[in-house]
């Protein structure tokens, strides 16, 4: 088969660990008979520089028309001073609307050879950590009405909504059921039940969508207080998690600091088509661009999940997933994961090695 795919390379580290993508894509390709053809758009602070739009009306074309779009990161100082709509981060959230993606998923997770990064005793993580959690992405109080505005006695106020419709919480739930077909067939939805409105409803629609759609698969509830616990408590009970924008914004980061370095985690934003944006979740890191020490297996696993969720191909993630896991077995770490008695390895080595164990 071949594959239409745009890369947003953006800045700081962001060529280098999209360069170490491509380099295990086409490893991947060559070996099981697909083509990759890649395309390499601006966005971000470098699309800035170039033509002063972090989000070049030819990028988003060129976005909407590929079979998807690889992202390294964006932003850095050179950028901060900028205002609002051009700054490298509206390049970001630009392309997430302009593709209709409303869903995030991070999977976070620890892997064995690397069990020392997580800040967690060894006995909460022994039976090992895969949370993934499944966050919506354009609703919520992130996107609600907002307000700023003085009471009549002069004192200051803020008012900030949280609103779901049906159709938001439905296709979002959609999303993680399709996850948990492949996996467990269970799903933790996170509310706050208890005390709003909005949970009250998202509880409901979870529940009728998967008993209508899904049958087979498994709803518990977890109030987010709770979550955010049992998440430090006992992580290897969860596997697909499905919650709203802010609660899944918060989730996700402390998830992610269970599985300890940033360095390796995914992540993917999809909506109702299989065209999703892939990138890895950290960010530009300016303070070690262009010296070659960035990690680049986030963005690796990035296009490990493009190919199984986009393009359906489970055995070439499969491949590319153990890949990764034989590099750590022997040894090899890049700086950000090194400890004593590992082999430490330049950003380029680790992604030349992993292409190399496809
Ligand atoms: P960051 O994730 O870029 O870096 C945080 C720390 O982690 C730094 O010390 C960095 O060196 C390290 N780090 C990050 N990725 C690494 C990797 N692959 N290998 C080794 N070490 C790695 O976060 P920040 O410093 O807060 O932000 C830097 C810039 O990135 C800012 O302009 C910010 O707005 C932007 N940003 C972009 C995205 C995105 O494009 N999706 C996400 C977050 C931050």
Not at 56 to 71: F, G
Not at 141 to 157: K, L, P, S, V
Request: aromatic share 6%; proline share 3%.
């Amino acid at each position: 088969m071949e594959y239409n795919i745009v890369v947003l390379d953006g800045d700081g580290i962001g060529p280098e660990i999209c360069k170490g993508a491509i380099s295990v894509l086409e490893r991947t390709g060559a070996k099981y008979g697909h083509t990759f053809n890649f395309r390499h758009c601006l966005m971000g602070g470098c699309a800035i520089d170039a033509c002063g739009n972090p989000l070049p009306e030819e990028t988003v074309q060129a976005c909407l028309a590929s079979d998807s779009v690889l992202l390294g990161a964006v932003g850095g100082p050179k950028w901060d001073h900028l205002g609002g709509d051009v700054r490298p981060e509206a390049g970001l959230l630009g392309i997430r609307k302009a593709m209709g993606l409303y869903s995030n998923i991070r999977p976070a997770k620890l892997w064995s050879s690397l069990a020392d990064a997580s800040p967690l005793r060894k006995d909460l993580t022994k039976n090992g950590v895969e949370i993934i959690i499944v966050r919506e992405l354009t609703g919520g109080i992130y996107f609600g009405h907002r307000e700023r505005g003085f009471e009549a006695n002069g004192e200051e106020f803020a008012v900030d909504t949280e609103r779901y419709t049906t159709h938001e919480i439905e296709r979002i739930t959609r999303i993680a059921c399709e996850l948990a077909m492949k996996r467990t067939k269970k799903i933790i939805s996170v509310d706050k039940a208890n005390v709003l409105e909005n949970s009250r409803l998202w509880r409901k629609v979870v529940h009728e969508y998967v008993e209508k759609n899904y049958p087979e698969i498994t709803v518990q509830d977890m109030l987010v207080d709770n979550t955010a616990m049992q998440i430090v408590k006992n992580p290897a009970q969860f596997d697909v998690v499905v919650t709203s924008n802010i609660f899944g914004d918060i989730l996700s980061d402390e998830a992610a600091q269970v599985t300890g370095s940033i360095g390796m985690l995914a992540s993917s934003s999809l909506g109702d088509t299989t065209c999703g944006l892939y990138e890895p979740i950290h960010g530009s890191a300016p303070d070690i661009a262009g010296k070659d020490i960035a990690n680049p297996i986030a963005t690796i696993l990035a296009a490990a999940m493009m190919l199984r969720d986009s393009f359906g191909l489970t055995e070439e993630y499969a491949a590319i997933e153990s890949a990764i896991q034989r590099v750590l077995d022997k040894g090899y770490r890049t700086a950000d994961i090194w400890s004593e008695g590992m082999t430490k390895v330049a950003g380029s080595e680790m992604a030349k090695l992993i292409a190399d164990e496809i």
